[in-house]
């Protein structure tokens, strides 16, 4: 089991740029792939991007694609996901989540295959 916990969020006027954390504790960090996803009120949680255990491979959904990135430190226990270009529509709760399972690439997307969570941390977009 990861206990997630993030930081980072705020207000930033559209065209800005954020840099979310996540910080991890337990042994099984190095172990679990990570994932973000955000939602805002009213819609469904979305998949924001996913980070491979080993830390080279980075998937991302066509929404922030180009824009975001994802990064970890797995000897610091964080992952960390910089958002650049931000849109109003970016507005929303983000979530770090942990899981151990191998997901296939397919599944990285669906949250409910995610084990932990985070409590989120609200990312604000003004126009």
């Known amino acids: ?12 006027q559209a065209g800005g740029s954020l840099r979310l954390s996540c ?18 009120p009213g819609n469904e949680r979305e998949f924001v991007g996913a980070i491979r255990r080993s830390g080279y491979i980075t998937y991302y959904g066509d929404s922030v694609k180009g824009r975001f990135t994802i990064s970890r430190d797995n000897a ?6 910089q958002m650049n270009s931000l849109k109003p529509e970016d507005t929303a709760i983000y979530y770090c989540a942990a ?16 084990d932990d969570w985070g409590q989120g941390t609200q990312v604000t977009v003004s126009s």
């Open 76 to 81: 610091k226990n964080t992952v960390s996901l």
């Open 99 to 114: 899981t151990a399972r191998l997901l296939p690439v397919g599944n990285l997307s669906q949250w409910r295959l995610y």
């Open 23 to 40: 910080a991890a504790s337990g042994r099984t960090f190095s172990s679990a792939d990570m994932g973000w996803f955000r939602q805002a």
């Open 1 to 12: 089991q990861v206990q997630l916990v993030e930081s980072g969020g705020g207000l930033v």
